[in-house]
């Protein structure tokens, strides 16, 4: 599975041919991971993002929380919460829900401070689509393309472990926080619990 995560080389390749001077094309120049090193040997960044919608076209990051892991270990002198700057206006619902500023946003990390926190490693996320999703269109609307970014989805393992058990599952049980319940995990801790 972990070879499938990488097959994308090529299209990195291609990307940074095509890429400003700047963060991307920094994280492009980095190649992607050895697909036969153990997942252990690898940097993984687990990250979550909090968005004003689910439609990255449409809609915008708010903030982004990550940590790295390497050799089965959390990096804790790595986790990082900022708030992403944004030119956007937020909805009341947005300020509501995620208790961030209008005011906060306008102060908040840039876009290209989240593609250096992801240079050099593989994502890991619970759903990763979309924050791979809403990366990648941010990086196209600021950079004019979108980068190939190598993941692993812990719904996606969550999933095929049912599956080969051949145990029945609804769609809710592959929820980050019914999966915390399941493998007794503390619900404050982030989708690396799972992993």
């Not at 692993?152 to 145990?167: G, K, P, V």
């Amino acid at each position: 599975m972990f070879g499938l995560l990488f097959n994308q080389e090529s299209k990195r390749r291609r990307l940074l041919d095509k890429a400003p001077e700047g963060p991307l094309r920094d994280y492009l120049e980095q190649s992607f991971p050895d697909k036969a090193a153990p997942v252990s040997d690898t940097a993984l960044l687990a990250m979550d993002f909090e968005t004003s919608g689910l439609d990255a076209k449409h809609d915008h990051l708010l903030s982004v929380g990550y940590v790295t892991l390497l050799h089965n270990q959390v990096a804790l002198d790595t986790a990082h919460h900022q708030i992403i700057h944004s030119k956007r206006d937020m909805d009341d619902d947005n300020i509501t829900i995620h208790h961030i500023t209008h005011d906060q946003v306008a102060q908040g990390m840039t876009l290209p401070q989240v593609v250096e926190s992801i240079k050099g490693k593989v994502l890991l996320a619970h759903h990763a689509a979309v924050e791979i999703g809403f990366l990648q269109q941010a990086c196209k609307n600021l950079y004019g393309l979108a980068p190939v970014i190598p993941a692993i989805d812990t719904m996606q393992l969550a999933r095929q472990r049912l599956e080969r058990r051949q145990q029945p599952f609804k769609a809710n049980e592959l929820r980050l926080f019914n999966l915390r319940k399941q493998y007794g995990k503390r619900q404050t801790i982030s989708p690396i619990a799972f992993f």
